[in-house]
C-alpha cells in the first residue's frame, strides 16, 4: 500500500467537524427525549387508552417500522411541500427522528407494559390509586425498568442513524465530512476520524444511559 | 464537463499521433473545397450528452449540437452527415478526416488549441444562479441574507462558498437529482447549477422554472475542425455570426436549453 495518510489536511475544517459533532449530539438528545414521550404515550394509548385508538396507533408503529428511514426523511423534506408543510431541513430532521424513535420505543415500551403482572395492578386498584397513578406508579416504572436496555439500544441506533440527515443538507457529523471530503478529497482520512468520532458518541453514550439508568433505578 | 476532462488526458498522447496526420492535411487540398465539391459535409455529433446530442425516440441523434450541424450544411447548400460519437472519441474522428466538424459540445482549453482549431462559440454552456421569477439577484451581494441550494463538490458549489457574502446559507445536497428535488419542491427558492441541468429542471417543474440571475463560470462550446483549414474556419465562423446576428441560435437555445442565451453570449 503506497498510499500516505495526512491527518493535517484536516486540521483547516476542524470548526466545520466540530459544528457537525454538536449538531449529531443536540440532534440525538432531544429526538431521544421527545421520542420516547411519543413512545410512552402510544404504549399507553394501545394498552390503556380507549379501543378506537390502537388502531391508529398501530398503524403508525407498523408504518414507521416497514419503511426505510431515509424515505421518512426524503416524505417529510421533500415531499410535504407538495401538500403545502415546508419545513425547514433542521426541523425535518428532528420530526424526523422524533417519528421513528416514537414508532420504536411504542413497542418496546409496550411490551415491558405488559410484562407487569396483573395483580400488582389489582394491588393499586385494591390501594384505591387513580388509573394515572396506578399507571405511573405501578405500570410505567416497572415497564420501563425492564425494557431500559432494550431502549438504550434504540436510542444509539437512531444516533447512528442520523448520519442519514446529511441527505437533506442537514449540517450533521456525516455532513460536515462529506463537505470536507468533496474539498480536500481525502476520503480515508475524513471517514476514518468520523467513524471514530460516532464510536466514541456511541461508547460515551452507552456510558451516559447506563449511569441514568442507575440513578432512576437503584436496584437494576 | 467529467467528459471533457478525461478528454484532455487522453489528447496528451494524441497530440503525438496528430503530427502525422497534420502533415498529410498540409498536402492535402482544402477541405472547404472538398465539402462544396463532395456536397456532404461530415459532422461528429455527442450520442450521449443531453441536450446537446442524445439518441432520440426514434434511434436518430436529436439536440442543439445536430440543429447546429444541420443549420452550417443549410447554409452552405450541402447534405450533413451526422455521425454519433462519443466524447472519448470526438476529436480522432477529426484528426483521422472522417469527419470535417466536430459539433459535440466541445470546450476550449489550451491542451486541445495545440491539436485542433476552434471556431467562435456557438452555443452557451455554463454555470449559474437560477431562481424563481420573483427574486431580483445580479450578483454575489445580492445573496446577503438569502439562502442557495448547490450540489456538494461541483463547481459552482466552490464557486458559490468562495464568494457569496457571509450572510448567504448555501443548502449543500449530495448530487443533482437532490438539488433539482430541492428547487421544485420549494425548499430553496435559489439554485446554482448547470445550464443544462436548469433546462431539465424547467422541462420538469412547469410551475417554478428556474430563471437564470447571473453567470457563475463559463465554458462556452466551440466547433472544432482540423489545423491549416483558415477557408472552412472562416466559412463556419461566419455561419455561427450570422446565426447569431439573426436570431436561429437563440431559437436552438430556447429549444434545447430552455432559455435565451445569455447576455454575455
Redesign the interface.
Known sequence: MTYKLQFAELLPYWDILLHGLIFTIVLTVISTVAGIAVGTAGAAARTFGPKWLDPIVAAYVEIVRNTPFIVQLFFI???L??AGV?LT?TTAAFLAMVFNLGAYSTEIIRAGIEAVPKAHIEAGESLAMSRLQILRWIVLKQAFQKVYPALASQIIIVMLGSAVV????AEDLT?AA??IQ??NFRAFEVYLVVALLYLLLAIAARAILRGVGRIIFPKA | MLARGRLSFALTGLAVASFAVLGLSAAHADALADIMKSKVIKVAVPQDFAPFGSAGTDLKPQGYDIDMANLIAKELGVKAEIIAVTSANRIPYLQTKKADLVISSLGKNPEREKVIDFSVAYAPFFSGVYGTKAIAAARYEDLAGKTIGATRGAIEEQELSKSVPSSTVVKRYEDNNATIAAFISGQVDLIATGNTVAASIAEKSVARPPVLKFVVKDSPCYIGLNKEEPALLAKVNEIISKAKKDGELEKLSQKWLKASLPESF
Do not use: H, L, V
Open positions: 423534506f421533500f415531499g411541500p407538495a415546508k431541513e446529511s441527505q437533506i443538507s455532513y462529506n463537505y468533496s474539498r
